[in-house]
DNA sequence: ATGTCATGTGAACAGGTTTTACATCACGGC
DNA sequence: GCCGTGATGTAAAACCTGTTCACATGACAT
């Protein structure tokens, strides 16, 4: 791995015969063309062009187009495991409300980062070849299955849900709102609330049912008291 | 040597000049394509080159491969619609039964046509230029919608949560985990069960929450009774 | 100063897209 | 039966992009 020590040039004109920092500024070419146009609209010539080089330049510095992408989503499952973290944050305090902040932080995630989002999710990458990648997102994961496991932990043994089964579910249904509700995609679908609140919804009445969290908003089974 | 004719009619002799029937054979090379490379990995020459003709041949057809994608793609809806409208059958019976059953269908669906569920749901197809698009995956939207009523309703007015939350929470979960686990994908993950009992325990555990289906195999809340 | 190597250029080739002019054929009116 | 017309396919061309090659440049160590 090559450290760059050329500091980007703030007035953005071109230093001459060679970039400076060419790694990164394809990658951020490269973010700003998935934004705009999905992973499959990224061309390596147009982030070249954006990135004021020619179009053999990038070639140097990612063997294909592919590992250009890989590169984006392994950035992007570090941050996402970062946001995940956070919001997370050891479920200090109670549980379930650092439970569900972690769900909003996963479609906020999604919503404010659609480029890292969409490298990470929709673009085929085949895994076997960016090693480094699966265990990005494996990691990103692990938060979810950390937390999933502290939840389950607050209930006797007896009542006590597989956590792997809880983390693939909630990851499921963020995932799945995510990617029809959230992403800024000309096939995105209207919604009458927002996803964050769907999700929201979708996880309390999920946990109320293992006995993970009090009565949602709706109307519980009958019970006693 | 271009572009040598296929000499091999399922269907479809082969009639000269003319193909005869091109449209079909764009569609269906398009669905083979996409299967192998994903919506991206289609393009018009090749699907041109599988059909037998010249490269220019698909544009009497279709304006560009945004079309023909969406009419792969609203293809897929319909079938998608009638898959899941068996499986549920009208509520047939149990309810709750119809409901697994369409949940199962879902996610066969995804597993048995990969080539269409990825043209409905990732090939990024501006959905305001196909309305018949949009309205075919209504209709299959519409499928689920009217479970979730139906289910909701055999509930008594103060408990009955609203059907289209339920039919959201339902899809976003069921689409989650065909995207994330069912996909033939270089991307996939692995996973300790299968897909259709990871779906079928969380919308089990989800409907129990309100009050839809009996006990899950994991513990509830203490209650009465 | 000098050699070396990472980095960027330019040219070349392969293939995909789309348009245009033309070729072929199916079909219906006469 | 003949023929004209429109639908369908071909060929060629102009224009992209991806990728590779030989070569140019200059940063850096010696």
Redesign the interface.
């Known amino acids: 791995m090559t450290w760059t020590r050329n500091p980007e040039p703030p007035g953005g004109e071109r230093r001459g015969y060679h970039h400076g920092n060419l790694r990164e500024a394809l990658l951020a070419a490269a973010l700003s063309l998935i934004a705009e146009k999905?992973?499959?609209g990224f061309t390596i010539a147009e982030a070249a062009r954006l990135a004021g080089v020619s179009p053999a330049a990038p070639y140097r510095h990612f063997r294909d187009a592919e590992a250009l992408l890989a590169e984006v989503a392994l950035r992007g499952f570090e941050r996402f495991e970062l946001a995940l973290s956070r919001a997370w944050n050891n479920g200090a305090a109670d549980p379930v409300r650092a439970f569900e902040a972690l769900g909003r932080a996963y479609l906020t995630f999604a919503r404010q980062e659609p480029a890292y989002y969409a490298a990470m999710?929709?673009a085929?990458?085949?895994?076997?070849g960016y090693s480094a990648l699966e265990a990005a997102?494996d990691r990103a994961f692990g938060v979810l299955r950390e937390a999933s496991e502290r939840l389950a932990s607050s209930?006797p043994r007896?009542?006590?849900?597989?956590s792997?089964?809880v983390a693939?579910?909630v990851?499921?249904?963020?995932?799945?709102?995510a990617?029809?509700?959230v992403r800024p995609?000309?096939?995105r679908?209207k919604?009458?609330?927002s996803a964050e609140d769907?999700l929201e919804?979708?996880v309390l009445?999920?946990l109320?049912?293992?006995?993970l969290a009090g009565g949602?908003a709706?109307?519980?089974?009958?019970?006693?008291t």
Do not use: C, K, N
């Open positions: 999905g992973p499959a999710f929709e085929r990458i085949d895994r076997a997102g209930l007896e009542r006590r849900p597989p792997l089964m693939l579910h990851w499921a249904l963020a995932h799945g709102i990617t029809l509700f995609d000309p096939s679908r919604l009458p609330m769907l919804a979708g009445v999920y109320q049912s293992l006995g949602s709706f109307g519980p089974p009958p019970r006693a």
